[in-house]
């Protein structure tokens, strides 16, 4: 039996299978995708354990500003959300003179986003802080703690425990609700070793000048047990992505002044312009009124171009217009 023209039957039909799913992988290659909620992080409240800290570490060190830039660095690495700059927020918190006590307020919380323009923020509180010990012959310096002993020194054979623990709730700014509350926590284990062994100045007690985001705070088991409460904060939160409604916002302005094709307009942060924002620019050609009561029935336009947001204030936004023809001042500016 001739099986040649079998082989270039199989062949062809092999061949027709890959090119009809060629355009299935190109539209799926071109599906846009949604764009990421925007958040902010604020510092966490650590008053539940700023006693350990300072014992811990020798001073009062803010724990909470530590681990909430290591939750912007890890949140930003997991790519769910479009996480603000820490430099746009600490000048919003210094206008709006934001104190540490009201780190943890949803409502508080709330109404810095709105300013922020970012559709949700996140707070948060460090409940636990601190080492748990289980020694065969204890000795030394400890203090108490979350319901066990917690040694900064000790004598004999003993097993440390570095235990971190956080709790986070992701605020929608648009209505002060809570869409999501989670719990992060950290462990480390290891035996004979100190809290900030390897790590903190090589000791039993305080850390000194210890910095929490460098490589000598991670290698020691406080670190350890520190980064894996991030970690399991963050993923949570990353699974919560999906709860905050999109919501469109309606922009619409006009252009107060214009350099080249660098555009200045009358509304800003206040009105949600936020910046990146793509924004339509036109021009008002002719105005439809009903003959019989002046009222005004219909506005026709003309599109000049398309602007993007470069720099926004609390009342103005700068915007690079890119083609079309130029713009001038009263030329309307909107959402597309």
């Known amino acids: 039996m001739n099986i040649a023209p079998v082989l270039r039957l ?29 958040v902010a992080v604020m510092n966490f409240d650590y008053g539940t354990v ?18 909430s830039d290591m939750l912007v660095q890890k949140l930003v690495q997991d790519g769910k959300y479009s996480v603000i700059e820490r430099s746009a927020l600490d000048k919003i918190l ?4 934001f104190s540490n006590s009201d780190r943890a307020d949803s409502t508080t919380a709330a109404k810095i986003g709105k300013v922020l323009g970012v559709d949700a923020i996140i707070i948060g509180s460090i409940t636990q802080f601190g080492r748990d010990d289980q020694h065969t012959n204890v ?59 390897a790590g903190g100045g090589g000791g039993s007690g305080g850390g000194g000048g210890l910095d929490m985001g460098s490589s000598n705070f991670a290698n020691t088991i406080l670190g350890e047990a520190t980064h894996k409460a991030v ?44 910046v990146g924002d793509k924004l339509e620019v036109s021009r008002t050609v002719r105005t439809v009124k009903d003959p019989t009561t002046g009222k005004v029935l219909k506005t026709i336009t003309d599109k000049i171009g398309d602007a993007t947001v470069t720099e926004a204030d609390d009342d103005s936004a700068t915007l690079t217009l890119a083609g079309g023809g130029p713009a001038k001042v009263g030329d309307v500016v909107k959402n597309p």
């Open 10 to 38: 199989v062949r062809f039909l092999a061949i027709l299978s890959c090119v009809a799913l060629v355009p299935l992988a190109l539209a799926q290659e071109a599906a846009p995708s949604a764009p990421k909620k925007r």
């Open 50 to 67: 700023r006693s350990y800290v300072s014992s811990i570490f020798g001073t009062d060190q803010d724990v909470g500003k530590g681990i």
């Open 94 to 97: 210094a206008e709006q003179n």
């Open 139 to 197: 000795g030394g310096g400890g203090f108490g703690g979350f319901g066990s002993k917690y040694g900064l020194g000790g004598v004999g054979s003993s097993k440390a425990k570095a235990v971190v623990a956080v709790t986070a709730r992701l605020i929608n700014t648009s209505t002060g609700e809570i869409m999501a509350a989670v719990t992060g926590k950290g462990e480390s284990t290891r035996s004979s070793t100190t809290l900030l062994g």
């Open 231 to 274: 970690e399991d904060t963050a993923t949570q939160l990353d699974a919560s992505a999906e709860k905050l409604p999109t919501v469109k916002i309606s922009i619409s302005g006009v252009v107060a002044d214009v350099s080249g094709n660098t555009l200045i307009i009358n509304v800003g942060k206040k009105a949600g312009v936020k």
